[in-house]
T-cell receptor, first 113, second 114 residues
């Protein structure tokens, strides 16, 4: 079945540090890939997405590139801020009539001033 | 305007009780979902409805019964609550068949069973 593996947290960084959160997936066909973010006490918000190989999703300084050859969708940001502290979820969704999102286990990021 | 809303936000109840959580979306989407997030933040799909028809029913106890009175609403009723049901339940919606495929999540309902 489909699965998403993302790096275990927690991740603690200082402000302005470089961030990478690794994500790899297993799925048949050509899934769409997503990063969602959950701020403390809130629901999930879509951060970025990519729907086909070599697509790059970007938003709020975060980027991730859909790499089919390595089945990866790593999240990066060049300079994190305290306000980026949250839980980050990598997810995939197969096309066609398969509707569900399959999530990774989430990575807690804490950014210290 | 809130896109996906859930009520209540917090729910504290005793074991054995029956409770319902409501979800409404004003995005005009045709598909709605219930997810469960456990204490370790792991998210798992429970149900999905498309145009009021059940299309996903993961391995969930029969005590959980979703109901979709119309495309904009998906409620979750839980019978005979157990301690292990304590979690955060998220509703989501999407419009299938369009390239976006993005699911929009509600703020969550934090259920605590004592």
């Amino acid at each position: 079945g489909d699965s998403v593996t993302q790096m275990e947290g927690p991740v603690t960084l200082s402000e302005e540090a470089f961030l990478t959160i690794n994500c790899t997936y297993t799925a048949t066909g050509y899934p769409s890939l997503f990063w969602y973010v959950q701020y403390p006490g809130e629901g999930l918000q879509l951060l970025l997405k990519a729907t086909k190989a070599d697509d790059k999703g970007s938003n709020k300084g975060f980027e991730a590139t859909y790499r089919k050859e390595t089945t990866s969708f790593h999240l990066e940001k060049g300079s994190v801020q305290v306000s980026d502290s949250a839980v980050y979820f990598c997810a995939l969704k197969r096309g066609g009539s398969n509707y569900k999102l399959t999530f990774g286990k989430g990575t807690l990021l804490t950014v210290n001033p | 305007d809130t896109a996906v809303s859930q009520t209540p936000k917090y729910l504290v109840t005793q074991m054995g009780n029956d409770k319902s959580i409501k979800c409404e979306q004003n995005l005009g989407h045709d598909t709605m979902y219930w997810y469960k997030q456990d204490s370790k933040k792991f998210l798992k799909i429970m149900f999905s409805y498309n145009n009021k028809e059940l299309i996903i029913n993961e391995t969930v106890p029969n005590r959980f019964s979703p109901k979709s009175p119309d495309k904009a609403h998906l409620n979750l009723h839980i019978n005979s609550l157990e301690l292990g049901d304590s979690a955060v339940y998220f509703c989501a919606s999407s419009q299938e068949g369009i390239s976006r495929e993005t699911q929009y999540f509600g703020p969550g309902t934090r259920l605590l069973v004592l």
